[in-house]
């Protein structure tokens, strides 16, 4: 069985050009995605009046779950610390803005300027310290 990818390297040096593909081009990695993302969005208990949300993706990856939030008739804003991930993004066409950044440093920006966030497949990279000097905690 093959280790966690979160155990193997940074995600920033994990997912290079090779890996960003391959994770994208996966129907089951696309499928479970779609799902997760459906099921975080209803967990956000978004008001049902038809007003389009600006929603944060953090570890917004190649797009995969900002496309679910489009489908919802949603805006939103993808974090992802991999240049690679997010090439492969732009190369999609995905709708949302894209921020090259670290989910650990935060964003800076102003409270309400976001009305919900979602996080699907990388909250468990917080969980490890790639340096002596990092404190996951």
Request: charged share 25%.
């Amino acid at each position: 069985m093959a280790a966690r990818p979160e155990l193997l390297a940074p995600p920033e040096i994990f997912y290079d050009e090779t890996e960003a593909r391959k994770y994208t081009s996966s129907s089951r990695i696309i499928d479970i995605q779609a799902k997760i993302s459906e099921r975080a969005l209803e967990l956000l208990a978004l008001p049902d009046d038809g007003i389009p949300r600006l929603l944060l993706d953090i570890g917004c990856g190649s797009g995969l779950s900002g496309e679910t939030l489009s489908e919802n008739g949603h805006h939103w804003i993808g974090l992802d610390i991999s240049q690679a991930m997010l090439n492969v993004a732009l190369e999609r066409e995905t709708e949302g803005d894209l921020l090259l950044g670290d989910m650990g440093q935060g964003l800076g920006l102003r409270p309400g300027v976001i009305d919900g966030a979602i996080s699907i497949s990388a909250v468990q990279w917080l969980c490890n310290a790639d340096k002596s000097s990092h404190e996951p905690r």
